[in-house]
């Protein structure tokens, strides 16, 4: 694991920059912030209290419980409308959880999660992904309805994806865990991605194509519809966005 705790620093410099543009940053979408080296070093923390101080617009996406700690700068970012949330479910069952995501927070663990920053003000969504044909599509409808019970207020999905050495360690993890399952799900898996473990055509890498992924997204839109997940989170604000002053800065005359 590797830490880099000059990157408070590094992100209010670029914020300075005269050519910066502002716009939303998400944070999360390839490696979770909250990772466990995080509840000392305070990396992520640090981040969100300088985009606060910028009134800067950010996304986040996680699984990871230490959020709950970061919930005082985020409710106060979300009484300004420059944060929102996202709440990763995989499983309802526990079992099957640790199996998948042996280090990451059980099920219930996670609605708490969501429980808590939507107490909190600030707008969260229950991400059902990744989605594992013939493993864990059954579960959609209990998951929405568990993320909505906890105060999501939308959904989002992704189906399992599978790219270059992934694959071959889903595929170990599926004979290791499921073997009764392996063929089924692999099978759907190639279905929708032209007889490949993946494809990574775009619009289609996310969801898949074919018969049985249409059958996912339409159950995914009712069940949102009927819940009332299926609206769009409200447009973070970029009009806020000003660097604070720093000591030995000249005020200006007019605010």
């Known amino acids: 694991m590797v830490a880099r705790p000059e ?22 979408t390839n490696t979770d912030p909250y990772q466990p080296i995080e509840k000392t070093h ?30 005082d700068i985020l409710s106060d970012m979300a009484t300004r409308g420059l944060v ?14 640790r199996k998948l995501e042996p280090r990451a927070p059980a099920p219930k663990r996670r609605l708490r999660m969501i429980s808590r ?52 360690l889903f595929r ?20 929708m991605h032209g007889g490949q473990d993946y494809a990574a055509d775009w619009g289609r890498r996310m969801r898949g194509q074919g018969a049985y992924a249409d059958i996912i997204a339409q159950r995914f839109k009712l069940a949102s519809a ?5 609206q769009e989170m409200s447009a973070l604000r970029c009009d806020l966005f000003r660097p604070p002053p720093r000591p030995g800065d000249q005020l200006s005359l007019f605010e």
């Open 84 to 97: 929102k949330v996202g709440i990763s479910v995989t499983t309802l069952d526990a079992e099957m959880s």
């Open 42 to 71: 305070e990396i992520m923390r640090a981040c969100l209290q300088v985009l606060s101080d910028f009134n800067h617009p950010v996304a986040i996406v996680t699984k990871g419980s230490l959020i709950e700690r970061d919930i």
């Open 172 to 191: 170990e993890w599926l004979d290791a865990h499921v073997p009764d399952r392996a063929k089924r799900v692999m099978g759907l898996v190639r279905e």
């Open 7 to 28: 990157t408070p620093r590094v992100l209010a410099q670029e914020l300075r920059k005269q050519s910066y543009q502002v716009a939303p940053i998400a944070i999360g």
């Open 117 to 168: 920053l939507a107490e909190a003000g600030i707008p969260v969504r229950i991400m059902t992904s990744p989605i594992i044909p013939g493993l864990t599509c059954h579960e959609i409808e209990p998951l929405l309805a568990a993320g909505a019970k906890a105060g999501a207020t939308a959904a989002t999905w992704v189906m399992l994806r599978l790219p270059l050495e992934v694959s071959a």
């Open 226 to 230: 009927r819940l009332g997940l299926d």
